[in-house]
């Protein structure tokens, strides 16, 4: 199902995002 990979990878890029933000020197 293409568009359940999609909801997925979207998941995925968001929780991705959220771990990149709590890095330190970033932001």
């Known amino acids: ?3 359940g990979t999609g909801i997925v ?3 995925m890029r968001q929780k ?3 771990f990149y933000e709590k ?3 970033r932001g």
Do not use: S
């Open 1 to 3: 199902d293409p568009e």
């Open 23 to 25: 890095l330190p020197g």
């Open 16 to 18: 991705l995002a959220e």
């Open 9 to 11: 990878m979207t998941g």
